[in-house]
C-alpha cells in the first residue's frame, strides 16, 4: 500500500506541472486565440504519450545504472540526458515531421512527457522526498524546473527539424541540459548540506524559467511561417486597442 501511495503522489507531482505547461505553452496557438489550431492535437497528445514511455525507460536506466561513487553517478546523468535528447531528433526527423513548422510543438509536448516520468522516478527513488509537506514542495520545485528544462530541448529539437537544421538545435538542447545540470547537480547527488541541495534546486529553477522564457517568447512564435506571424501580430495590436477603448 505504501509502495502504490508513493507511486501516485509522484506521478501527480510530475504530471501536474507537466500538463500545465503544456496548457500554457500551447494555447496561444489554440482556437480561439487563432482561427484555427495551428497543430494536430492528436500528435501533441500522441507525443506526450510517447514521451511518458520513453521517460519510463530511462528513468529505469538511470535507477538501475550502478552508482558506486560521483563519477558513476555522473555517467549515468550524461547518459540519461544523450539518450533523450537524441531520441527527441530520431522522433522528430520522421517522415511528416521534418520541414513542418509544428514540430516544434510536438517536441514540446514530448519532452514535457518525459519530464513527468523522470520526476516520478525521483520520488520513486528517493522516498524521503515525500515524507513531509516540506520535501514535498521541493519535489514539486524539481518537477516544475525539469518541466521546463526538457520542453525547451524538445522545442528547440523540433524547431531545428522544422527548419532543416536538427544537428545545430541538438547541440543547443545539449548545452542548455548541460547548464541545468550543473546548476542542479548537488540536488540530483544528494550530497552536501540540506541548505546545499536547497540552493542547488532553486537555482535549476531559476535555469529552467529562463530556458522557458527563451523559447516561449522566441522559439516557438519564430516556428510559424511569415503570414502567420504577420496576422499574429496584427490581432495582438487589434485586441489591444480594444483594451484601451474600453478603459
Known sequence: MADQLLFF???????????????????????????????????????????????????????????????????????????EETFKLVYLLRKGYRMNFATTFYGFSLGLGMAATVV??????????????????????????????????GALIGY?????????????????????TVVALVFLLGVGEEWMRSVSLFAALGVGVFLYYYVYTLTMPETLPPEFRRKSRKEKRARARKIQTTR
Open 9 to 83: 503522489v509522484s506521478f501527480v507531482i510530475g504530471i501536474g506541472p507537466a500538463l500545465l505547461l503544456l496548457w500554457h505553452g500551447l494555447r496561444r496557438f489554440d482556437y480561439p486565440r487563432v482561427e484555427h489550431t495551428l497543430y494536430d492535437d492528436r500528435k501533441v497528445f500522441f507525443a506526450l504519450a510517447v514521451g511518458l514511455v520513453v521517460g519510463t525507460m530511462s528513468s529505469l536506466f538511470s535507477l538501475y545504472m550502478p552508482r558506486y561513487d560521483i563519477v558513476s553517478a555522473l555517467v549515468a546523468i550524461a547518459g540519461v540526458a544523450f539518450f
Open 160 to 180: 531545428g527539424c522544422s527548419k532543416g537544421l536538427p544537428w545545430s538545435y541538438l547541440i543547443r538542447a545539449l548545452i542548455a541540459r548541460f547548464f541545468y
Open 120 to 153: 516520478l522516478a525521483q520520488g520513486l527513488g528517493n522516498p524521503n522526498l515525500l515524507i513531509t509537506p516540506l520535501t514535498l514542495a521541493l519535489l514539486a520545485v524539481f518537477s516544475f524546473s525539469m518541466c521546463m528544462l526538457e520542453a525547451t530541448t
